[in-house]
């Protein structure tokens, strides 16, 4: 009998064997979990799957240590940062409209107003206080690195949107639909106004066709003043009502311009200048409404 019992041993043996060399494949090892390396590589697959919340965690990890990816990373999650912020923020008006269009389903509208809210609040004030540590990275460079693939989404509303404008209450699974629709929308939205496109998708699209992109650094710079000026409504008095925040941000939109406004190229001058002109348009409206509150 234990001349039958070896051979099964040994075969046992060689089976486990063959079953860990299956599952290792041959491959190398992949980045230990943890390092800067793992996390750009989940950064990629996050954001290719479309989870944005995600991806912004995983690139948050990246941009506090030196590194290789620091710079790319931190370019990379002021684009998702505020695309989720814009998204959420958007979503917030639409169910607020929604909610003022038909009074007698205004309570269904109420706890999307105030979650959106809280979401767009939470991105930007993400964004704000990253804000300055970022631009330090490229302060001395002349372009800026994106180096991630395209947004995946259409630059147009959910047709959603517009039905909970008027007053429609979305069933829940039309509330997420639109809900990831809108935020797909946001982050694709900012990919092309930071690449220097401004609102058109096809001219960024076409940008990110060929790997990573450099962008000029003054073309960067109004998209990003651009940015924090989209994201400071947030906190005006018809929202959040928190006019340091607003300031705040504000700020960084001006600072964002400081040198653009005085570019030697024609375009980027006179969208620099068009954005200092909105702000300044906006500030008077509200010294107005302050005098007006103080009587």
Request: contains cysteine.
């Amino acid at each position: 009998m234990r001349t039958k019992v070896v051979p099964l041993q040994a075969a046992a043996l060689l089976a486990v064997a063959f079953v860990l060399t299956a599952c290792s494949g041959g491959e190398p090892a992949g980045p230990r979990a943890g390092t800067p390396a793992w996390y750009w590589q989940a950064a990629q697959e996050t954001f290719d799957a479309a989870d944005y919340v995600k991806a912004q965690e995983h690139l948050g990890e990246i941009t506090g240590d030196e590194n290789e990816w620091r710079k790319r990373a931190a370019v990379w999650r002021i684009v998702v940062l505020s695309g989720l912020s814009r998204s959420y923020l958007e979503l917030s008006d639409a169910y607020s409209k929604g909610a003022e269009a038909s009074p007698a389903k205004s309570a269904a509208f109420q706890n999307p107003i105030q979650q959106y809210q809280r979401d767009a609040r939470q991105y930007a004030i993400e964004l704000a206080e990253s804000l300055p540590k970022y631009q330090k990275f490229w302060a001395a460079d002349a372009t800026i690195p994106f180096d991630f693939s395209f947004p995946a989404g259409s630059p147009n509303e959910s047709p959603q949107l517009s039905r909970i404008e008027d007053g429609e209450v979305p069933t829940e699974v039309q509330q997420s639909e639109t809900e990831r629709q809108e935020v797909n929308r946001g982050v694709l939205l900012q990919a092309a106004l930071l690449a220097g496109s401004g609102d058109d998708i096809n001219t960024a699209r076409g940008k990110f066709g060929g790997g990573p992109v450099e962008v000029p650094k003054d073309a960067f710079l109004n998209g990003l003043g651009r940015t924090m000026w989209i994201v400071s409504e947030l906190f005006d008095r018809a929202h959040l009502n928190q006019p340091d925040i607003e300031k705040i941000l504000v700020t960084q939109a001006h600072k964002a311009i400081e040198t653009t406004i005085e570019s030697a190229d024609e375009d980027v001058k006179k969208d620099a200048e068009a954005l200092k002109k909105d702000i300044e348009e906006k500030q008077k409206l509200d010294e107005e409404v302050r005098k007006r509150l103080r009587g």
